[in-house]
């Protein structure tokens, strides 16, 4: 990767990511785009609609890109409450991104979801090649969207690869949209009020990953050697399985007063509940060597820290 196009920039991800990029490719070899500018992007940035056929192309051409970072999409919660918007969101930009990749003979990544997961999954040690009928539109927007990249690669040569991320949590930019969203919200309220209700209940187990792994994770798959990659579109990956119970015992460590209820709500919870409770990472440390530093405690520690500096800067 040289010249990179990440869409999505100002999202959960692709915010944290473009500034990781800049620092390892360049300043001037990375255009972060999106569907709004902001009011002072800190470098190249443009404007893109991913649903308008032509914009990802345009752009990529215009910078010479080498590589496109597909990120936006909609979240699942959100994918669930306007299905026909995230079909064209999702599958749309995804498309269009795939067309320009292909048209201009770039690198491609796009990420995937535990999302692509459904109750008909094995629930524990979920593996990578394994049943998938997911049963919400986010979902069913993440199957299409691996098999799409899968059929680009086989049938064009385009070099898509990706990940099946899990719930993502960051003290950057909110998550928002999601079904596990709850990650990272129980931070900010531990420090700002010692308590937090969760939206998901008790027991119920998701895998997450702290972002500096996630943003490792997409550079070290973009730059393995293609020859080792069986799998390419849509590697399992995660760094702990955790429920909303883990989350606060974690905090207590450091918080020891904090305390968690829970007010469920219920499309997220049947969200949750029809994804796994842990996935198998083993095809992704096999082919390109994957490997998380980060466990909840680690993570909870940091987390915390970066919050604290983040709002007393905010506040000052
Ligand atoms: C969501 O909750 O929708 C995302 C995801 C796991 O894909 N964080």
């Known amino acids: 990767m ?10 959960q991800i ?19 785009s999106d569907i709004r500018r902001p009011e002072n992007p800190s470098g190249i940035f443009e ?16 910078y010479k890109v080498d590589t496109i970072i597909h990120l936006a999409a909609l979240l699942s919660a959100k994918a669930e409450a306007f299905p026909k918007v ?7 930009g995804l498309v269009n991104a795939l067309e320009a990749a292909k048209q201009l003979d770039l690198k491609f990544f796009t990420p995937s979801s535990i999302g ?26 993440k199957v299409a969207g691996e098999l799409l990249c899968d059929y680009y690669f086989s049938r064009f040569g385009v070099d898509t690869r990706g990940v099946r991320f899990p719930g993502l949590i960051s003290y950057v930019t909110a998550p928002g949209g999601g079904t596990t969203d709850y990650a990272v919200e129980v931070y900010y309220e531990a420090i700002r009020k010692g308590t937090y209700t969760s ?10 990953m702290y972002m500096p792994d996630a943003l490792n994770a997409i550079i070290q798959l973009m730059e393995a050697d293609p020859d080792r990659l069986k799998h390419r579109n849509a590697f399992n990956i995660t760094a702990m399985s955790a429920a909303p119970e883990h989350f606060a015992a974690s905090i207590c460590k450091q918080i020891p007063d904090f305390e968690m209820d829970y007010q469920v709500d219920p499309v997220r919870q049947g969200i949750a509940e029809s994804w796994p409770d842990s996935i198998n990472a083993d095809a992704a440390k096999e082919e390109w060597g994957f490997e ?5 405690d680690s993570m909870t520690i940091d987390m915390l820290k970066k919050i604290r500096e983040k709002l007393k800067k905010n506040s000052a």
């Open 292 to 296: 998380a530093a980060y466990d909840i």
């Open 199 to 208: 939206y998901i209940a008790q027991g119920t187990h998701m895998d997450m």
């Open 47 to 62: 404007e893109i609609d991913v649903t308008k056929e032509k914009e990802i192309y345009e752009i990529s051409k215009k």
């Open 2 to 11: 040289k010249k990179i196009l990440v869409t999505g920039a100002l999202g």
């Open 116 to 141: 692509a997961f459904g109750p008909s999954t094995p629930k524990d040690n979920t593996p990578q090649d394994t049943l998938q009928r997911p049963t919400t539109m986010y979902g069913v927007n």
């Open 86 to 92: 995230a079909w064209e969101i999702n599958m749309g």
């Open 14 to 32: 692709g915010s944290e990511l473009t500034e990781q990029l800049r620092s390892t490719y360049g300043e001037d070899n990375i255009i972060a």
